[in-house]
Structure formats: C-alpha cells, structure tokens
Nanobody
Framework: QVQLAESGGGSVQAGGSLRLSCKYTRRGAPMAWFRQAPGKAREGVAGIYTRGGKWAYAESVKGRFTISIDVDESTMYLQMNSLTPEDTAMYYC?????????????????WGQGTQVTVSS
C-alpha cells in the first residue's frame, strides 16, 4: 500500500521560497507534484520518472521549481523559488504504480491529502 504525506506549505510573499516534502511508504513510478487553485482544474507541476532518473516541469514553473527525491529518506521534494500569487494553490503529491505520462492525472494511483501554498503580492 502506498501512502503519501505532504508537508511544507504555508504563506509567503511574492518572490519568496518554500520547500514541499512528500513522505512516501512505497516509491511510485512516476511520481509528481500537482496543484489545484480555486475554481481551476488540477494541473501537473513537476514529475520525476524514478526508474530512469528523468524529470519534467510545467512551462509555468520551469526555472523556478525543482523536483527531487531522496530514496534514503523516502521523501520527494519540491523546491519553489520566486513564487508569485499565481502559484497559490493546494499542492498534491502523487504516485503511480502503473506508469504513464507524468502530467496526466489518470497516470496516478495514489494521492496525498495536499498542502496549501498561499503567495501574497
């Protein structure tokens, strides 16, 4: 059974940084961070193909966000820099047991409860 637990969300001012953590009980392939803002669809932010060591990002966060995984700590991270109010959302950790494109919700079989990120201007 895969269980995911996010932490690290909070409130910051524009230009600030946050690091999200996702503690997992079993590593998925791929794994990813998604976010959902009020009134908007959930979108993939960053994904990591744990078997191949490759990662990918949404265009809106490229150069600002970094996804990483520490297998010894069973934790996936999302370092978020240069945050803007448009990054305000609930952020979710996701893991797949079946594989598939990282940015598609249907790829993932397990989801965390989410952690709120709020960026003020």
């Amino acid at each position: 059974q895969v269980q995911l637990a996010e932490s690290g969300g909070g409130s910051v001012q524009a230009g600030g940084s946050l690091r999200l953590s996702c503690k997992y009980t079993r590593r998925g392939a791929p794994m990813a961070w998604f976010r959902q803002a009020p009134g908007k669809a959930r979108e993939g932010v960053a994904g990591i193909y744990t078997r191949g060591g490759k990662w990918a990002y949404a265009e809106s966060v490229k150069g600002r966000f970094t996804i990483s995984i520490d297998v010894d700590e069973s934790t996936m991270y999302l370092q978020m820099n240069s945050l803007t109010p448009e990054d305000t959302a609930m952020y979710y950790c996701a893991a797949s047991r079946n594989g598939g494109p990282w940015s598609q919700e249907s790829t993932y079989t397990h989801w965390g409860q989410g952690t709120q990120v709020t960026v003020s201007s």
